[in-house]
């Protein structure tokens, strides 16, 4: 069985890399293969997260190990990292490790940065149980939902202090789903493609807010780009000198002049 590659080819060129690291973007919004066409004469690649649960994702380091190993090994020097959303701490951290490798010193761009907390973790959860919703009897939504209701008014926690609440969330999903897929016809392979999907996307969550928290990643940001809606709540002194664009959230990737200014940033 052949390893899934940790990269996957966003545009082709011959100008150096540009690695960009996201999860997936929602359904109808733009993401970096928007913006990859725009960055003409770069080879763009688009990180694949690790098929991983939150119990195994112990430090930054070892979660961005494979696309820190794929993007070395892929030939070209690396010349930017770019990190959207919930991915600008493991964009830095990705980009820090390049530069400690000493195989390149690539330029860093963050997109909307945003810091991950139980409070957003516990939104994400709500908008995963939402989708299901319409498969659920009051009772089963209520329990599904049970979970964050009742921690809604404590104190946002980062970093290791997260961990379980990403776990908690983890396990009512797979419950919650199971009690959905019992009124709509799902093949049980397509029901544990649909969990395993949520756990590493909380996984991806949970190495955010780790490499949020430890240096190097917890400082610069590098170049960063807000939207005229970016909402996240990144101490101001992070975000000094940022750039910002008159265009909404969900559409900032699909924006010219925003790949105009990533362009100027890798100094074309």
């Known amino acids: 069985m052949m390893t899934p590659s940790p990269w996957r080819l966003l545009a082709d060129g011959s100008a150096g890399v540009i ?10 919004d733009p993401g970096f293969a928007e913006l990859a066409p725009h960055l003409t004469g770069y080879r763009v690649l688009e990180a694949v997260p690790p098929a991983t649960t939150v119990t195994e994702v112990t430090e930054p380091g070892a979660y961005i190990e494979p696309w820190l190993a794929g993007a070395l090994a892929d030939g070209p020097p690396v010349v930017g ?6 991915a600008a701490p493991l964009a830095a951290q990705l980009a820090a ?14 997109v909307d940065p945003v810091l991950v907390d139980s409070r957003i973790a516990r939104g994400e959860y709500r908008q995963a149980v939402g ?11 209520a329990t599904a939902l049970a979970p964050v ?16 609440v990403l776990t908690g969330l983890e396990d009512a999903y797979r419950t919650t789903l199971a009690a959905a897929c019992r009124t709509m016809p799902v093949p049980a392979a397509m029901q544990r493609q649909l969990a395993d999907r949520f756990a ?14 430890q240096p190097p990643a ?3 940001l590098g170049s960063v780009v807000l939207s005229g809606t970016q909402d996240a709540e990144y ?20 924006d010219a002049d925003v790949a105009a200014f990533v362009l100027k940033v890798l100094g074309r």
């Open 19 to 28: 690695l960009t690291v996201a999860f997936e973007a929602r359904r109808g």
């Open 81 to 86: 990292v770019l990190g959207h959303c919930s």
């Open 97 to 110: 490790a390049i530069r400690g490798s000493r195989a390149a010193d690539p330029s860093l761009v963050t």
């Open 131 to 141: 989708s299901l919703a319409a498969h659920l009897g009051p009772e089963e939504l």
């Open 149 to 164: 209701a009742a921690r809604d008014t404590e104190p946002a926690t980062t970093g290791h202090a997260l961990l379980p």
């Open 200 to 213: 590493a996307y909380l996984a991806f969550l949970a190495a955010s807010s780790l490499s949020a928290v």
């Open 218 to 220: 917890a400082a610069p």
């Open 235 to 254: 101490p101001a002194d992070l975000l000094v000198g940022a750039t910002t664009f008159p265009v909404d959230r969900s559409r900032l990737l699909a």
